[in-house]
């Protein structure tokens, strides 16, 4: 088992900054790689970015150039750090860790950009 806690959400002005947090516990050495979702109000959970144990990362086409995911394996903690926000950014995010049978994740944390 495998548990994520995600911290960091809040209300931001556009063109603002963000960094989300997710602490790992459990059986944190059966996490083969790490990521972002989010899923806005009527819409479908999407990625937002992926980091494997490696360090290669993933972006979606939408944040890319705007976002930077990390990870800390000494806190078993990886981050999202979001700048230049749009309020269609506005979405819960949630921290999602893969291992070979399971995917996991977190609770999710709010991000809201008011215009």
């Known amino acids: 088992q495998v548990q994520l806690v995600e911290s960091g959400g809040g209300l931001v002005q556009a063109g603002g900054s963000l960094r989300l947090s997710c602490a790992a516990s459990?059986?944190?050495?059966?996490?083969?790689?790490m990521g972002w979702y989010r899923q806005a109000v009527g819409k479908q959970r999407e990625l937002v970015a992926t980091?494997?144990?490696?360090?290669?990362?993933n972006y979606a086409d939408s944040v890319k150039g705007r976002f930077t995911i990390s990870r800390d394996n000494a806190k078993n903690t990886m981050y999202l750090r979001m700048n230049s926000l749009r309020p269609e950014d506005t979405a819960v995010y949630y921290c999602?860790?893969?291992?070979?049978?399971?995917?996991?994740w977190g609770q999710g944390t709010q991000v809201t950009v008011s215009s």
């Open positions: 999602n860790a893969e291992t070979l049978l399971h995917n996991y």
């Open positions: 459990g059986n944190i050495f059966s996490i083969r790689a």
């Open positions: 980091i494997s144990n490696g360090g290669s990362t």
